[in-house]
């Protein structure tokens, strides 16, 4: 049955919506100091790995019914993950209760684990097609960077700054016992063969990104069917396998940026790229701004 709308109010975004950049994350702030329960929904449109922390007190977070719920204690996190794309997140907020909420894209959250476009995704202990609901104790580091996310000290213009910073220390502690070096996992495809098929497909336009194949193509060498490619190379590594293969290129083109041994031209024409301008319109297009200025940088 689903809630009634009228029980839950829209985030107000002025207070609690403490950060909200699409390609990236959103950080959700509740302080509710009055003597009544307070009652907030937020509506996802697009997939999100979802942080909880309950820094006071208790909490209650349901997704699209009520009875499809979390309950939060204080010092109490949990990693909240569906796959679906659209979903009402409901907050029921209790007395003298305090809650942040860190919402992550999936594709974002990929690419936090990634070395070179080696993107990992590394929970062995939850089931292909199963939710992952992960409660956590908040240790001592965490509360810390949770008290100061929230610091009233800092400038509003440097305010999105020094709260994407406080994030990525968080998401540094939280994961630093879960994620393993080097590997490539991914929980939702639990089928040996075909995640080895996946890793020979990624190594395969890798060694042949300035003329890759084609997905039908790639699908024959791999021996797997298009649609059994393009799902579940996109599950394992966040992206659809030509998206990888950009993001892949364009790392190594900063890389190699970095290094100051070839110029724009000539890491165009080693990237594949017919002429120096498509490389640099890419570039850009990922970046924000071009080859040579961030060289100069």
Request: with cysteine; charged share 20%; proline share 3%.
């Amino acid at each position: 049955m689903k809630v009634p709308v009228t029980k839950y109010k829209n985030i107000d975004k002025s207070s609690q919506l403490l950060f909200n950049e699409k390609s990236t994350f959103k950080v959700i702030h509740f302080k509710n100091l009055d003597e009544e329960t307070f009652n907030y929904k937020y509506t996802l449109k697009t997939n999100y790995i979802q942080l909880y922390f309950c820094i006071s007190n208790k909490c209650k977070i349901a997704f699209n019914m009520e009875h499809c719920a979390i309950e939060l204690l204080e010092t109490n996190s949990s990693m909240v993950y569906f796959k679906d794309d659209q979903m009402d997140i409901l907050f029921n907020i209790s007395p003298k209760t305090e809650v942040i909420a860190v919402l992550i894209s999936i594709e974002y959250f990929h690419s936090l684990f990634s070395s070179e476009g080696n993107f990992l995704f590394n929970f062995s202990n939850f089931k292909i097609g199963q939710p992952i609901i992960e409660p956590k104790e908040i240790n001592t580091t965490s509360k810390l960077i949770l008290n100061q996310l929230t610091s009233k000290n800092i400038t509003e213009s440097l305010q999105p700054i020094y709260i994407k910073g406080k994030i990525y220390e968080l998401l540094s502690v939280y994961f630093s016992n879960i994620t393993e070096e080097n590997s490539d996992y991914c929980p939702f495809i639990t089928n040996e063969e075909v995640v080895g098929k996946i890793k020979m497909a990624k190594e395969i336009v890798i060694s042949n990104m300035n003329n890759p194949p084609s997905l039908s193509d790639l699908a024959k060498e791999v021996g797997l069917n298009i649609k059994k490619l393009k799902s579940d190379f996109k599950e394992f590594y966040g992206v659809p396998v030509f998206s990888f293969l950009l993001n892949y290129k364009m790392e190594l083109a900063k890389n190699l940026l970095q290094e100051n041994k070839l110029n724009v031209n000539e890491i165009s024409t080693h990237l594949g790229y017919s002429s120096s301008s498509h490389f640099i319109a890419a570039f850009k297009r990922k970046f924000g701004i071009t080859p040579k200025q961030f060289s100069k940088s």
